[in-house]
């Protein structure tokens, strides 16, 4: 059964940072693409990051040199370490492929007050 869990979220200040983590099972973790993605409420889901299964790392210009995205291949784990963080950052944070063809978790709530 394909499932992603994500984690991490909550509520910071503005400057703050968290870090958010994604289990991935069900899946051949190592050969996929993963990506981060975020949503607010009456928006399309966007895309935060990416990291290709060689390790190689692209950004949304919001958060490019801010966010890093990672990932552990033996934990079928992806990370999104976000620093600096903005009010405008705030959003239900989820991890898919970089194609999203995967059934979507629960996503994670990120809540960064001004």
């Known amino acids: 059964q394909v499932q992603l869990v994500e984690s991490g979220g909550g509520l910071v200040q503005a400057g703050g940072s968290l870090r958010l983590s994604c289990v991935a099972s069900?899946?051949?973790?190592?050969?996929?693409?993963m990506a981060w993605y975020r949503q607010t409420p009456g928006k399309r889901r966007e895309l935060v990051a990416t990291?290709?299964?060689?390790?190689?790392?692209n950004y949304a210009d919001s958060v490019k040199g801010r966010f890093t995205i990672s990932r552990d291949n033996a934990k079928a784990t992806v990370y999104l370490q976000m620093n600096s963080l903005k009010p405008e950052d705030t959003a239900v944070y989820y991890c898919?492929?970089?194609?999203?063809?995967?059934?979507w978790g629960q996503g994670t709530q990120v809540t960064v007050s001004s």
């Open positions: 069900g899946i051949i973790f190592s050969h996929n693409d």
């Open positions: 898919n492929t970089a194609r999203g063809y995967l059934p």
């Open positions: 990291i290709t299964s060689g390790g190689y790392t």
